[in-house]
């Protein structure tokens, strides 16, 4: 049975300054009226509190928000770049725990986010928003912040509200907390999401190269089929470079034969790299750099695909591992 208590007084007891780790409380709504229900209350506390509040929310929702709070909204801060607005995963992952450090070093209470992700209209864009809700319960789990995830009712699908609770420990219904029935591992969770294939993999590649014989001649195949394709210069010096550190991930840490398929038509590059390796069983992996902030111990190869290629999908394969990269082409 779902426990249900006041949402203000059971977001004062799960945000407050004595809260352990994050609070990660889903909020699906259907009307504005309803938005500023359950949101002003959450931010009014914080800032009676003294804490850090943030509205990492589209600017038509950070503006509904604000003028309802009138003379209080100078002390909230509006950051565009923590919703995925345009921010891959990795990206998003990182400018929020910078916000988190500055927060603390201001020592100004608690940290507290309206969020609102943006989840895109293809089902490549949900399940990329839909990780990224998993990996906060486990990437920020031992931080002390507390997070109001909106959901808006009105304009997404199904498959991505159904995700609402089940990458929620809390959802916030008709203005009480309810622990949520659909939340559990999230590793399993994420793993579960459906991974469509992408409709280029239907025709013929634009590329193949079957057991490239070295990394550095695996790495100049890549480069000249991308840069051929790619208008943009620096897009594609990007997609390259990324490309070419998982490709070095292939022979470094996977095994041979080792080879690469390219699909690419006017808007979209898909890159698949395949190698016959154990792979891994992390679906968060390359979220943040594999050993930390500093970044001279290596383990970047994923987290820099993440930032770089739109979509990163990890696939298993009889024999080996996948690793397919996709973007869509400026």
């Not at 809260?19 to 709504?29: D, E, K, T, Y």
């Not at 839909?130 to 009105?154: K, Q, T």
């Not at 898909?270 to 970044?295: K, N, Q, S, Y």
Request: with cysteine; net charge negative; glycine share 10%.
């Amino acid at each position: 049975m779902n426990e249900a208590v006041d949402a203000g007084s059971a977001l004062v007891h799960r945000c407050g300054p004595e809260a352990p780790g994050h609070a990660h409380v889903g909020f699906v709504v259907a009307s504005d009226d309803a938005l500023l229900a359950g949101v002003l209350p959450y931010v009014e506390e914080g800032l009676a509190a003294g804490d850090t509040v943030l509205l990492s929310c589209p600017p038509e929702t950070a503006t509904l928000i604000s003028a309802a709070l009138g003379e209080s909204v100078a002390a909230v801060g509006s950051d565009p770049r923590i919703c995925l607005l345009g921010t891959r995963v990795a990206d998003a992952m990182a400018a929020t725990r910078e916000w988190l450090h500055r927060a603390a070093a201001r020592g100004s209470g608690r940290p507290r986010i309206v969020g609102q992700v943006q989840f895109g209209t293809a089902p490549r864009d949900w399940r990329e928003g839909l990780r990224y809700e998993a990996a906060v319960n486990r990437l920020l789990a031992p931080d002390p912040v507390s997070a109001l995830c909106v959901f808006d009712g009105r304009i997404l699908p199904p498959e991505v509200l159904a995700g609402a609770a089940a990458t929620h420990p809390e959802m916030l219904e008709g203005g009480r907390l309810v622990s949520s029935s659909e939340f559990g591992d999230q590793r399993e969770y994420a793993r579960a999401l459906p991974v469509p294939r992408e409709p280029l993999e239907d025709g013929a590649p634009e590329f193949t190269a079957v057991d490239a014989p070295s990394l550095a001649h695996l790495r100049g195949l890549l480069r000249t089929v991308i840069h051929a394709r790619v208008a943009d210069h620096d897009q594609a010096e990007d997609l390259h470079f990324a490309a070419s550190e998982v490709a070095s991930n292939a022979f470094r840490h996977g095994a041979r034969p080792v080879s690469a398929q390219v699909w690419v038509d006017a808007d979209r590059l898909v890159c698949a790299i395949t190698d016959r390796g154990r792979g891994f069983d992390d679906p968060f992996a390359g979220f943040r750099p594999a050993h930390g902030d500093d970044l001279a111990l290596g383990g970047m190869g994923l987290w820099l695909a993440r930032k770089l290629w739109d979509h990163v999908d990890v696939l298993p394969q009889p024999q080996g591992v996948t690793v397919r990269l996709s973007s869509r082409l400026l």
